[in-house]
Nanobody, 121 residues
Framework: QVQLVESGGGLVQPGGPLRLSCVVSGSILSIDIMGWYRQAPGKRRELVAGITRDGETNYVDSAKGRFTISRDDAKNTMYLEMNSLKPEDTAVYSC???????????????WGRGTQVTVSS
């Protein structure tokens, strides 16, 4: 059993910062690639940022220069630091991860339920 729980969402003014966290728990051996996705009403889900086990990152163009993805493997936690937020960033942000699980080292893909980020005055 693996669970991903996001936190840190909420209402923020345009231009403001927000930091999201994703905690992975359960029968974890290790976590491989992780990513933050978002989905706004009427739009498809998109990958906002991804990070490999080696710390390599990638971002959707609209997030480059504003968002920073990071991970703390000692805490099984991933972060998304968002700055200069815009109304178009409003969406449900979900955590996704490939996780190797106990006891046999199986690799599976898991999702969190998501956390709402609303950028509005």
């Amino acid at each position: 059993q693996v669970q991903l729980v996001e936190s840190g969402g909420g209402l923020v003014q345009p231009g403001g910062p927000l930091r999201l966290s994703c905690v992975v728990s359960g029968s974890i051996l290790s976590i491989d690639i992780m990513g933050w996705y978002r989905q706004a009403p009427g739009k498809r889900r998109e990958l906002v940022a991804g990070i490999t086990r080696d710390g390599e990152t990638n971002y959707v163009d609209s997030a480059k220069g504003r968002f920073t993805i990071s991970r703390d493997d000692a805490k099984n936690t991933m972060y998304l630091e968002m700055n200069s937020l815009k109304p178009e960033d409003t969406a449900v942000y979900s955590c996704n991860a490939d996780v190797y699980t106990r006891p046999w080292g199986y690799r599976g893909n898991y999702w969190g339920r998501g956390t709402q980020v609303t950028v509005s005055s």
